[in-house]
């Protein structure tokens, strides 16, 4: 489960069509008023309101269209209550013509607008499937889904990152959170996962893949040729990450955790944190030496869900302050299979923030359904 692609057409036309009838029944109410109003009362200028309004929602052709209309009608008003050459309606015609030039380059400017945002949610949904891969939702004998919630609706992609690799023996997982956002962040996302699909299904236990990492993030980190970036900012980055091992013919997984928050396991309707006591520091802050943590090993059976996360789910805060309760929530979910899981737990979270994120989150769960499925 990833963020749906960012349609490459502006929005659906239909409710816009819906609301030209507000400026044309502006015209028609003030046209009719203002021919039978007294001689003294003058309502003409209030016709400038129908192309301002068509401005707000249509493009400058319609806002255009609406203007001559508009003009149209003041022309009507002008013959029947005295003459178009009348001295009063022509400064009410010039000053029409006017406001509807001018409304209808705000128009053109607004759609100019939405085209560039429209390209812009494109080219990160682009870049995204690059940097974060949608997860499969099947590999050997696990079942996968995975979400990720951008905290800027126009961003698509951050520091927050997951990925899988398949080796000889089962599947590894890192799930990750980049101090930082911005570009920043997302080169050292791009950084971590790149090395880490590389390495995964080379490096023999997951201590030496984590060192690999370690040392990939680090080496990184302390490049003097990284352009834009603080010293400063350089010198406090890290990530902290969860790196999986779950075995096919073993029912365990094997975790190292780097400063990353313990993923929770799912099991007949209960829930427990697979804390490992004694997590490694995260990356980028141990340089290159082999940190000597060993996996913490869990039990993980036909059935389970182990539900990994970022911060940004439980640091997530409703209007009273109160952090979202992942554990208590995913508890009373728990006896569904990972996409429906993770589709209520996301609309959970969304409700419980009001809608918007302060920072980015993501979350992938992984279920052991049995032996691989026979390839043919």
């Known amino acids: 489960m990833v ?128 940097v974060l891969k949608p997860l499969p939702h099947r590999i050997g004998p696990l079942r996968i889904a995975s979400v990720y919630l951008a905290a800027e609706s126009e961003a698509q992609i951050g520091g927050d990152l997951y990925a899988a690799a398949r080796t000889e023996r089962g599947t590894r997982f890192v799930v990750g959170d980049v101090r930082g956002k911005g570009l920043a962040a997302v080169g050292d996302a791009a950084l971590l996962l790149g090395a880490f699909r590389g390495a995964a299904h080379r490096q023999a236990d997951l201590p030496m893949l984590v060192a690999f990492l370690e040392g990939t993030v680090a080496s990184d980190l302390d490049d003097p040729t990284a352009a834009d970036v603080e010293a400063e900012d350089r010198g406090e980055s890290f990530i902290t990450a969860a790196v999986l091992d779950i075995p096919d013919d073993e029912p365990v997984l094997r975790l190292i955790s780097c400063g990353h928050p313990p993923p929770l396991l799912l099991r007949d309707g209960r829930i427990s944190v697979l804390d490992t006591h004694r997590p490694a520091p995260p990356l980028g802050l141990t340089g290159f030496a082999d940190t000597g943590h060993r996996p913490a090993t869990f039990a993980f059976e036909h059935g389970d869900i182990a539900l990994l996360y970022t911060d940004g789910v439980i640091e997530a805060r409703d209007g009273d302050g109160t952090f979202y309760p992942l554990e208590e929530r995913a508890a009373g979910m728990a006896g569904k299979g990972p996409d429906a899981l993770l589709s209520q737990l996301r609309k959970d979270l969304i409700r419980h923030v009001g809608g918007h994120l302060g920072d980015d989150a993501a979350m992938v769960a992984i279920e052991r359904v049995g032996p691989s499925p026979r390839a043919g």
């Not at 239909?14 to 502006?26: G, H, K, N, Q, S």
């Not at 046209?31 to 929602?57: E, K, M, Q, Y």
């Not at 000053?95 to 949610?121: D, P, Q």
């Open 3 to 130: 963020p749906a692609r960012p349609s490459r057409r502006l929005p659906s036309l239909e409710p816009r069509r819906a609301l030209l009838a507000v400026p044309i029944l502006l015209i028609v109410l003030v046209t009719l008023v203002d021919i039978l109003a007294p001689p003294r009362v003058h309502l003409g200028p209030f016709l400038v309101a129908a192309p301002a309004v068509t401005a707000s929602f249509a493009g400058p052709r319609t806002t255009a269209f609406m203007g001559a209309l508009a003009v149209l009608a003041q022309v009507v008003v002008a013959s029947v209550r005295t003459s178009v050459i009348d001295l009063n309606h022509i400064f009410q015609l010039i000053t029409l013509v006017l406001m509807s030039v001018f409304v209808t380059s705000f128009a053109a400017r607004r759609e100019r607008h939405e085209r560039e945002v429209t390209r812009l949610r494109t080219v990160a949904t682009a870049a995204q499937e690059v």
